[in-house]
């Protein structure tokens, strides 16, 4: 295994991003924004995404950033996972998985190597490659959300996956997506001092909307109006559900609707509600917009569940926002939403199995009146790209500063 030594030439700097990405868009549209701010940071960069998403290639690419799409998995309902699209049993699709990112983690040889939120991968598939990794004197970094879970949970998730040897033994640093002061993933949990040492908080990641303009297939006609989403949407019919009935007991709410349904809903569900916003005047439904911050940026207001990257960029583009969080399998969201709904940035309502239309109806009209979240924060809130950037600057530059210089291995 080779090792860092002095001298000899070095190539274009290589940053590694490991995404495992079950289902659901967060991990990888994380990753994906990253990845693009740190090319526009350094010219001479280039960042390859390791990602599960069955869709990734549905979005767009900056230059200089690509990605290795693994054979996809999905947890079932009663916690474990089973092969999204292969014939092949689980474990068999875990160690294809695990064969991929080693070998690409080796053949890319990456200055710096980051994970997200799974310290050790889906069910330690890349332990290997950061052990291997780990051996070249490659920085190791892991990125987690603002959230994970309630202490109570996480906790003995922890103790059980062994996470805590990984933050003290491997990683080299580890980047929150937030602010302390809003949300600690830390929170109620007794952290090692060696582990608080290493943790950096960057602030939250900005949005922006796509430089590249497309022709709009969006059904909408009317501005302004209401966005509501449901992430990938795989649990968001619930969401859907109650907003669609507001509609149907009041049609004359302050705002028509657009309904983004999510890729990962049942097509049944997806059947069930375009139907019935067929019968509304003033609702529309899409399943899926690669680009959705276009129809953020125009939007008067947002209806979400809160997930990470929604919360983001109802920061990023200032958005009166209603929170409907889920509550299972982790408090997340819930978590999160409670904290904004306390300091003003937006309101929450928890669904509670009875979707009381009246209910959502008060909410939506409550709306329009409710304050910016700019009113309740200050701008460094969302500084996380630009913190990201200047992490990664310090650990890419590690090598020169400290007179060291990676060789790379031929082939």
């Not at 049609?251 to 069930?272: H, I, K, R, T």
């Not at 630009?386 to 530059?397: K, M």
């Amino acid at each position: 295994m080779r090792k860092r030594r002095t001298g000899g030439p070095r190539g274009p700097t290589r940053v590694l991003m490991y995404s495992h990405d079950t289902m659901g868009l967060g991990h990888l549209r994380r990753c994906r924004e990253i990845a693009h701010s740190l090319v526009e940071d350094a010219s001479q960069l280039s960042v390859l995404i390791l990602s599960g998403s069955p869709i990734i290639g549905s979005f767009d690419f900056r230059t200089r950033v690509d990605f290795v799409r693994i054979p996809g998995v999905i947890k079932l309902r009663n916690g474990d996972y089973t092969s999204l699209n292969l014939h092949l049993d689980v474990e068999e699709t875990l160690k294809l998985r695990e064969s991929i990112i080693r070998h690409t983690a080796d053949t890319f040889d990456p200055d710096l190597f980051i994970v997200d939120k799974e310290p050790w991968g889906l069910r330690g598939e890349v332990r290997q490659t950061m052990e291997m990794l780990k051996e070249r004197d490659t920085p190791l970094v892991l990125g987690l959300r603002d959230v994970m879970d309630e202490p109570t949970a996480l906790v003995p998730e922890w103790e059980r996956k062994k996470v805590l040897p990984a933050l003290e033994d491997l990683y080299d640093e580890i980047w929150v997506y937030g602010m302390k002061q809003i949300c600690d993933p830390f929170d109620g949990m007794d952290m090692p001092a060696s582990v608080r040492m290493k943790t950096r908080y960057t602030g939250y990641l900005r949005r922006r909307v796509p430089s590249v303009a497309t022709a709009s297939h969006i059904p909408m006609t009317e501005d302004p109006f209401i966005l509501v989403t449901a992430g990938g949407g795989g649990d968001g019919d619930g969401l859907m559900d109650w907003v669609l009935r507001a509609y149907e007991q009041d049609p004359d709410l302050p705002y028509p609707a657009l309904l983004v349904l999510g890729p990962f809903m049942s097509q049944e569900n997806q059947a069930d509600f375009m139907e019935r916003a067929a019968e509304l005047d003033r609702v529309n439904v899409i399943t899926f917009d690669s680009r959705i911050e276009n129809l953020m940026a125009r939007a008067a207001g947002m209806v979400s569940m809160g997930g990470y990257n929604t919360f983001c960029e109802i920061l990023s583009f200032d958005k009166r926002a209603l929170i409907v969080p889920r509550t299972e399998p982790r408090l997340e969201q819930y978590i999160r939403a409670q904290r904004a709904e306390e300091l003003g940035m937006v309101s929450m309502l928890v669904d509670d199995g009875d979707r009381d239309p009246g209910q959502m109806a008060a909410a939506l009209r409550r709306l329009p009146s409710q304050p910016k979240p700019s009113e309740q924060l200050s701008p460094e809130v969302l500084g996380g790209l630009e913190e990201v950037n200047t992490l990664a600057r310090r650990w890419l530059e590690r090598t020169r500063t400290g007179g060291q210089t990676r060789v790379r291995r031929r082939a």
